[in-house]
């Protein structure tokens, strides 16, 4: 069951990731438009959806990991240190930020605005997301691909 937990929770990382950028891009193109459109709600909320399924996938992992410890010297370990702390609270603050941003988007009155807490907010997240996913270039966390 982990194994497919983890295999599920890094392959739907490219979905979320997608997402992101697509809810990014749409944002970008939809600046000198006066219309905040059903599909510029539904990518949005999409793409919170899927973030906050990958941040469920991640606490149940999270709870069964061996690549958490909290014994004397944790924080010394790279893999403890980044598992059980770097990752799930900047991952939590990611999500945390698309969620404020599409809340309050879906909230103001003005189309500009909308789209610009979108823009904003959804970069500052996926650039905190790409920093704390554990890639196969960071050989001392184990990441992979999938």
């Known amino acids: 069951m982990h194994g497919f937990l983890v295999h599920l929770h890094s392959g739907l990382r490219w979905v ?52 958490r410890s909290f ?10 240190r980044f598992y ?3 990752h799930i609270s900047i991952m939590i603050l990611a999500i945390a930020l698309v969620t404020f941003a599409r809340g309050k988007a879906e909230r103001s009155n003005d189309v500009a605005v909308k789209h610009k807490k979108i823009r904003i907010w959804y970069t500052v997240a996926l650039l905190l997301i790409l920093i704390s996913i554990p890639w ?11």
């Open 16 to 67: 979320s990731l997608l997402l992101l950028v697509y809810a990014i891009l749409n944002a970008i193109s939809a600046r000198n438009s006066n219309e905040y459109t059903k599909k510029d709600k539904l990518v949005n909320l999409f793409t919170m959806v899927s973030l906050h399924i990958q941040l469920v996938i991640g606490f149940i992992l999270y709870y069964y990991s061996s690549k």
């Open 71 to 80: 014994s004397s010297g944790w924080m010394g370990n790279d893999i403890y």
């Open 84 to 86: 059980g702390l770097e």
């Open 136 to 146: 196969p270039f960071r050989a001392n966390l184990g990441g992979a691909w999938f």
